[in-house]
């Protein structure tokens, strides 16, 4: 049980260039996410899905989009990358809409992916 | 670590005592609250949970406290470890909302 996880670990690109993240989970979890984490910020929402097939705008979803074709997977593009996306991006599941459905029912993160856009 | 910082507030504590860890919530309305761990390049852990119509609530070693007449929520680690060194921020949610999060406090745990 690899709980989520998240591809590339690492990316540096050039302002224009496009690229996809991969998040992958083995808990069967309806819901996902995809934050991004800046310096002295907290995590900010970018897009989410509520099931297969569905994604919806967060707090800062302008110049990414997410598809959700498969239950255990959700990816986050950048079309053309900016340097003001230059961020940690994580991706998180849980098992009820934003967790909290019992206790212990969370979101749980993957290990993020660190991209630079130059 | 990459992914924390410049500005976090920073708790400084001997291997061995107890670490307490504030935060201050933002809507009053919120009726669930988070205590997420996350160490130098990896993602946030989650540790404990509590929800509004209960004032503590107690882990392994660790314990949150919920204090809605003012806002504020704690984490309180018992026998702090090095191994407690890292990030950590509270989250807040209202009813079927997101989950709002806190900018974070880095514990340093001395040996």
């Not at chain 1, 599941?93 to 969370?106: H, I, K, L, Q």
């Not at chain 2, 201050?24 to 509590?50: H, L, T, V």
Request: aromatic share 10%; with cysteine.
């Amino acid at each position: 049980n690899a709980g989520v996880t998240q591809t590339p670990k690492f990316r540096v690109l050039k302002t224009g260039q496009s690229m996809t993240l991969l998040c992958a989970q083995d808990m069967n979890h309806e819901y996902m996410y995809w934050y991004r984490q800046d310096p002295g910020m907290g995590l900010r929402l970018i897009h989410y899905s509520v099931g297969e097939g569905t994604t919806a705008k967060g707090e800062v979803p302008d110049g990414y989009n997410v598809s959700r074709l498969k239950k255990q997977n959700f990816l986050l593009g950048l079309e053309s990358a900016a340097p003001s996306q230059t961020s940690v991006y994580f991706c998180a599941s849980s098992y009820s809409p934003w967790g909290g459905g019992a206790y212990g029912d969370t979101q749980y993160f993957g290990p993020g992916t660190r991209l630079t856009v130059l | 670590g990459e992914n924390v910082g410049l500005h976090l507030p920073t708790l400084s504590v001997q291997e061995g005592d107890n670490s307490i860890i504030n935060c201050a919530y933002s809507n009053s309305a919120s009726d669930y609250f988070i205590w997420y761990k996350q160490e130098s390049g990896k993602g946030p852990q989650f540790i404990i949970d509590i929800r509004s119509n209960m004032d503590k609530r107690q882990g392994q070693r660790v314990t949150v406290l919920l204090n809605k007449t003012v806002k504020h929520l704690s984490l309180q680690i018992a026998a702090t470890q090095p191994g407690d060194s890292a990030v950590y921020f509270c989250a807040e949610k209202y009813a079927g909302n997101m989950l709002t999060f806190g900018g974070g406090t880095r514990l340093m745990v001395k040996p």
